[in-house]
């Protein structure tokens, strides 16, 4: 989950990730959800 207790904050690692490729197309791909997460919450 990229959610976390603290009211507007939210993360997107690298290690969330594992053991799939950590490679850029995977980084942009948590940016992305991340974005949609944000602006859904406006």
Request: glycine letters at 12%.
């Amino acid at each position: 989950s990229n959610v976390t207790p603290l009211n507007g904050f939210y993360i997107a690692t690298m290690s969330q990730i594992y053991p799939q490729d950590r490679g850029t197309n995977y980084a942009i791909r948590e940016g992305r959800r991340i974005g949609q997460i944000v602006a859904g919450r406006l």
